[in-house]
């Protein structure tokens, strides 16, 4: 009886495997080839670096590899909607920054939306400033505004767009105090940074982030933050300088919309765990970047309020129909 017993029983364990639910079998198949990482922006800017760092703790995770491709223009939208008509199989995700991500289909007719897209997470949210070369003879945001006053469209102002988180500030600007000024659009932060390094233009709209690693060369004036950044404490927000301007631009990762369920927990998991590693925080501080996680349900809930805020400006100036 016993022996029939033991029987059974071994029967019973080797069964059950086959009724239970398989994450770890499904983790350990998945990923099982490299994933492609589109960056959509130049190699060397913000979203890259932000993007490299996560790379290395990946990598820790004892998966399978990133390989970077760069889709750089039109504010990030050729990048973006990259990711968004890849094939939903867990091998294509992306980084995307907020608000490009939304503007550009809103007004340039991108050929994505942001509901083309499965959230994994927001990892930066980026306070935007003003900046000027270290031999400017700008030395605070008023004086810059006084010679845009004083010269209409004198003023070169550099911006990574159009439909950027940048040309959305300069619009603020414009819709609140008047700014009157040229504004000249590159590819990237790193092509923004070397045009205002080389005398291209006399300021740059850009973010923390953009202007740590070019600090020395730099002098930034204000940044647009409810409060001081910790990256630069004696830098002012431009509220306290008397313009009520708030922008930041978020970082984040997407995948295209129809992903397996089981693989973008996966991801969410995979890069929640990064996220959280202090050494993968430290590492952040020590490039600029400014660390804000928020897990996919929270960012896309995020990009969706964005929309309606970023929609009422580009209708205000004529960029986009009611």
Not at 94 to 105: E, I
Not at 167 to 175: D, G, I, N, T
Not at 262 to 279: G, T, V, Y
Not at 300 to 305: I, P
Request: net charge neutral.
């Amino acid at each position: 009886m016993f022996r029939r017993f033991g029987q059974s029983l071994a029967t019973l364990v080797a069964f059950i495997p086959l009724l239970l639910p398989a994450p770890a079998a499904f983790a350990a198949s998945y990923p099982d080839q490299p994933i492609s990482m589109i960056i959509a922006f130049t190699a060397g800017g913000s979203s890259d670096v932000q993007a490299r760092i996560m790379q290395k703790y990946w990598n820790k995770l004892d998966t399978e590899p990133w390989v970077f491709v760069y889709k750089a223009g039109a504010g990030g939208a050729i990048g973006f909607g990259e990711i968004a008509h890849s094939e939903p199989d867990g091998y294509t995700i992306g980084g995307v920054n907020v608000p490009h991500m939304v503007l550009q289909p809103l007004a340039q007719g991108a050929q994505y939306s942001i509901d083309d897209f499965d959230y994994i997470c927001q990892v930066v949210n980026d306070p935007q400033v003003v900046a000027v070369r270290k031999d400017s003879p700008f030395k605070t945001v008023k004086e810059v505004f006084d010679y845009a006053t004083a010269h209409p469209n004198k003023l070169k102002i550099g911006l990574v767009g159009p439909m950027s988180g940048h040309h959305l500030m300069y619009l603020e600007f414009k819709a609140k105090y008047g700014l009157k000024a040229c504004e000249v659009m590159y590819k990237g932060a790193a092509d923004q940074n070397a045009a205002l390094l080389g005398g291209e233009v006399d300021v740059i709209f850009g973010n923390v982030n953009d202007v740590m690693r070019s600090l020395e060369m730099m002098r930034v004036l204000a940044v647009a933050a409810d409060n001081p950044t910790d990256f630069l404490p004696n830098v002012p927000t431009l509220r306290s300088c008397g313009y009520d301007i708030v922008s930041d631009i978020r970082r984040g990762f997407v995948a295209p919309k129809g992903l397996d369920p089981a693989k973008l927990a996966f991801l969410r998991e995979a890069f929640r765990k990064i996220a959280l590693n202090p050494q993968y925080q430290a590492e952040m501080r020590k490039a600029g970047q400014p660390i804000e996680y928020l897990p996919g349900e929270q960012f896309q809930a995020y990009v969706r309020k964005q929309l309606d805020i970023d929609k009422a400006l580009l209708v205000q100036f004529g960029l986009l129909k009611k």
